[in-house]
T-cell receptor
Framework: TQLLEQSPQFLSIQEGENLTVYCNSS?????LQWYRQEPGEGPVLLVT???GGEVKKLKRLTFQFGDARKDSSLHITAAQPGDTGLYLC????????????WGAGTKLIIKP | DSGVTQTPKHLITATGQRVTLRCSPR?????VYWYQQSLDQGLQFLIQ???????AKGNILERFSAQQFPDLHSELNLSSLELGDSALYFC?????????????FGEGSRLTVL
């Protein structure tokens, strides 16, 4: 069974602080996606990483794919209340049945 | 706006009943996915269709069934409902049927079983 473990499950910090969310597995992924879900809405794709060691930046968000393509991290610099939401990672497995393997999510609250 | 439309947005029903959730994918997307999300939890993959045919099956109960019609819209049927079926049900669509493609999610259908 392929699993994606996200940590922490819950994080509540003050505006302006930095944070990192992790997504780990024992499986190798051909790609990894990060989504953000706000209350009452569906998840929205933030980024897709496909190459081991790849780093992508989206304003204050930095995404990294591990060299072995088994793990990923999301770092937020100077968090803002608008970053509040559920962050989900999803890994694509080359030999899977076309589906993504989803992490359980990290619920992030940024307090003003 | 993702371009994916789900109806109804909210649904309250009783145990033992049957409901149908409807999804219209983004224009041009051939692949439709159904997910279940319980309160503050991650997404549980239920089933995927690609151009009218079932492509992948996840943790879908036998009481649940789905189909994709020739116009590419999809329906998820939930029968003999139990309290534990209360959840948000999301539909997502993708232009490809592969797992590197971006998924576009609807706003979900919130099902409450009393």
């Amino acid at each position: 069974t392929q699993l994606l473990e996200q940590s922490p499950q819950f994080l509540s910090i003050q505006e302006g602080e930095n944070l990192t969310v992790y997504c780990n597995s024992s499986s190798v992924f051909s790609s990894l996606q990060w989504y953000r879900q706000e209350p009452g809405e569906g998840p929205v794709l933030l980024v897709t990483v496909v190459t081991g060691g790849e780093v992508k930046k989206l304003k204050r968000l930095t995404f990294q794919f591990g060299d072995a393509r088994k793990d990923s991290s999301l770092h937020i610099t100077a968090a803002q209340p608008g970053d509040t939401g559920l962050y989900l990672c999803a890994g694509g497995v080359r030999d899977s049945n076309y589906q993504l393997i989803w992490g359980a999510g990290t619920k992030l609250i940024i307090k003003p | 706006d993702s371009g994916v439309t789900q109806t109804p947005k909210h649904l309250i029903t009783a145990t033992g009943q049957r409901v149908t959730l409807r999804c219209s994918p983004r224009s041009g997307d051939l692949s439709v996915y159904w997910y279940q999300q319980s309160l503050d939890q991650g997404l549980q993959f239920l089933i995927q269709y690609y151009n009218g045919e079932e492509r992948a099956k996840g943790n879908i109960l036998e009481r649940f069934s789905a189909q994709q019609f020739p116009d590419l819209h999809s329906e998820l049927n939930l029968s003999s409902l139990e309290l534990g079926d209360s959840a948000l049900y999301f539909c997502a669509s993708s232009s490809t049927g592969h797992n590197t493609g971006e998924l576009f999610f609807g706003e979900g259908s919130r099902l409450t079983v009393l």
